[in-house]
């Protein structure tokens, strides 16, 4: 499944409007953001860590107006912890992102 990049960039664009530097600064800062948190939740060991990614992942998400990823963290917190169809999901997201760059 690809992921659409066009609700971060249109959520970026009503933020900051043609500033292309600050629009990247921010994507960029959303990248990392949801990366950390994917990655914190592919290494939690336990329901409570699991369920800590999975609520910062989706508030990044919320935050960015990223409503598919939003979506997956949902099903990360309604679903079974460390499901490995929803962790490969996730990343799938995320690299259509890093290859959305622009």
Request: hydrophobic share 50%.
């Amino acid at each position: 499944m690809v992921y659409d990049p066009g609700a971060l960039n249109a959520s970026l664009a009503a933020a900051v409007g043609t500033d292309g530097d600050l629009m990247a600064e921010l994507r960029a800062a959303f990248l990392e953001s949801a990366e950390r948190q994917a990655d914190l939740l592919a290494r939690a060991r336990c329901d409570a860590n699991w369920t800590i990614a999975a609520s910062r992942l989706k508030s990044v998400a919320a935050s960015f107006g990223v409503t598919g990823l939003m979506d997956l963290a949902e099903e990360a917190l309604t679903g079974a912890p460390s499901d490995p169809v929803i962790l490969r999901r996730i990343q799938a997201a995320l690299t259509d992102f890093r290859g959305n760059a622009a």
